[in-house]
């Protein structure tokens, strides 16, 4: 286990949510009201059988021919089942069981006026403290990161609102939501991002407590404010508008290509021809030679080239084609703007280079500006919006894309922040969860196993295939990846499905779980040495499916009531999830956000076999964002460039997959590079997408109706949960608000849930809280229930998990006190291989 685990906690204290609750009033109205419709029922059901048993009498008696007799009850009977108690007979009335059902109903209709008064009133409590939140300077200045025409739109409209007493409309309505919204996500989830979701640091430690926390004087360590790579990318083609600039930058092959002679082989399009000219200029360009330095030999050498002019000509149409890339080298990651000024420090003739560096310097002024104005709002926003003139100034694009997308850097710039915190983790904290999580890590390392198992029967046969087609025992590594890439990485979920299905039968195995069970129990426990030999036969495999798989990274929390509690061994360790065959702290958020990079760096060469093979991610793909690029690369790591603009910073590490040829030796496929200096198996080389199949298929329960807490040991390995086709929710079908409210405590108690939940439905990207007693959580409740139902239609389920930890469980704190949610993500390595 590495002693540095990674701190993920919400920004906002939990609290902040908590003050959405529905006050006292509405809560007791609520419960009578359930109460008596509940009495109500029974008095109905006793009614009836009051009414029942007198006809019963008729037929016994030997009158039920009499019509006096007889009509009145068949109509109570009839009356009564309906809701109808008006003209009712009045021996009917006398009935002792029909008082009391007139009673309860007359108390019952009292109970629904009172509730509706009281639901009135907490709408308007909850528009007040949504409002409070509206018009809070730190929640304003965390939304404006993410989303700045939300508190102009929604935010301010609020403000104003409650200011001048207006009656509250559907738009203020959807206001709110959108700002409770914002709520719980900054309050009750560990997002990491920016001061609303800021990195902190935990080591364990070999003697001590079981848990040591010294929060510092202010919630933040350090704050970073980044340019994401496409805004970038976007002024660097604006400044390439200036046709004198081309001369100055140093365009490169394509990574996929290679180039014999006047041949090159295309992985898409196969052997293709190129010209003497071309050959010349594709063999010069490495991306350190600048074009006019390249122009400039070749012209001299009075081969091919008449003047400078045609070589870039020949290089621009080599782009086009895809043969070349000319831009300027600016490599995924978190600082593009130095790239981008360092190629810019490469022009030599002064006028050119200060008209292309000072588009760079007033994009670099304004985001100076934004980061000056952490912790104001008003300022934040004001300098955001004068980034963006800037930008649009400078490039005539927009300075926002990708509306609504998750993991798309919609925005020119983010916010990374550290927490100022230290915790120290002690040996009783890691004996407690080491037996419970050596079973899981067992398993993952299983899941590993199998998914290279797979991975290797599809690379023989495509490697066959093309080895047959090329008539090459050497394929070119680049041909195999297109091929896999569509046809094997593409099936990586239906696979990784496969793959989780096989690992929760074997996982009811272990633990000896059925439907029936589940259905029957709230809490099932079981010990690792119960369990141990069973795993051990079940996930019985010699190693990690390839080097980099070795890493296991499972998010651990700690529900506990304070610091205090965790010391005196009150407290219970809930995993979240098990990320496994990778190591998730080797992104930039972690990386850039720890305060000794190189120590992180130093850890991770220790761990591995070998040099890391890291893929230089394609800018534009999905997910291609600054803060999640690899960012623990060692000097010893190999850079794997694929995409026409994958470029990596360090040529000592590039590794073009033009440049590399896969070969079968006996059953096991070795990638190669063609000078011959490099060698790596084909695992390692495209390791990186191997554990795409993985990473989020941990699953070791299937869906079902309800599935009680588990523990082994101390760990809680699954939350008690409830599943529901969407359409068997009731609440979601009531036209008025109050009544949704009404139904959602009824469900919730019926099936025995707690007050907080969290939900997962098709339509949200991530899991959503639930609070069960506030009316506005559980509108947005049902927004989403409805938005399922449009759109996936009937069948589709939704999935609620008990909160656990709970807000009273919550062990992280300021140095005011606040409590906050959190979780620890550690890094587990293997080692066996």
Known sequence: MWRLVALRGAGFPAAHVQRLRAPEGLRAAAEELLQLEEAAAQALEKALDSIRLALDDLRRNNLWDDRDR??????????????????????????????????????????????????????????????????????????????????????????????????????????????????????????????????????FV???????SKPGSDLLAARTVYFECWPIELLAVSILRDPLVFPWTAPFRAPFIHIEGLSVRHPVYGLLRITSQEAAIANACDGQILAREIAGRLVAEGKWFAGEMQVYNTMKDMATKGLLYCGFNIPPGVTPEKDLRAALERIEAPEVRAKAMSSLQRLEAARAEVASCAGDDRKLDAAIAGLEQTFVQLTNKQPTRRPGETYSARTMIYEDCRRDIEVSLGPELLRNLAPPLSLLLLSSRWMTAKCAEYYAEQFAIIHKELASELGTQSVGAAHLFVRARARIFGENDRQGAILQERLREKWQQVLGLDDAACQSSKFLRFSTEDLREKAREEFSCSRAGWNDARYQSPDVMIAASSVEAIQRGEYTLVLGELHAGANTLTTSLFVNQHPSPEDMIRIAEKDMYGPTVVPVIEKDQAGAIGRLSPALISPNDLCLEYARDSYCRDRAQALPIGSLVVENHGGEFIARSLDGRREVTIGELLGTYLARMVLTAFQMFPPRSHTPRIAIDNLIIKRESWRFKVEDIPLATYQEASKRFLEAQRWARMHGMPRFVFFKAPVEPKPCYLDIESPIYVELFAKILRRTIENGGPGVSVELSEMLPGPEQLWLSDAHGNRYASELRMVALDLVW
């Open 70 to 203: 007889r009509e009145p009850l068949l109509k109570a009977l009839t009356r009564l089942k309906k809701g109808n108690m008006i003209g009712l007979a009045a021996g009917v009335l006398e009935m002792e069981c029909v008082r009391t059902h007139i009673a309860t109903n007359a108390q019952l209709e009292v109970a629904r006026r009172e509730f509706q008064r009281q639901y009135d009133l907490a709408v308007t409590y909850t528009s007040g403290v949504i409002a409070e939140f509206a018009r809070m300077p730190r929640f304003r200045e965390a939304v404006t990161w993410q989303n700045r025409q939300a508190v102009h739109s929604a935010f301010d409209p609020l403000i104003n609102n409650t200011r001048n007493g207006h009656r509250r409309t559907s738009h203020q309505k959807q206001h709110e939501e959108l700002v409770a919204s914002y709520l719980q996500r900054y309050s009750v989830k560990n997002d990491t991002i920016g001061f609303f979701g800021p990195v902190g640091w935990a080591n």
């Open 206 to 212: 070999d003697q001590g407590e079981a848990l040591v």
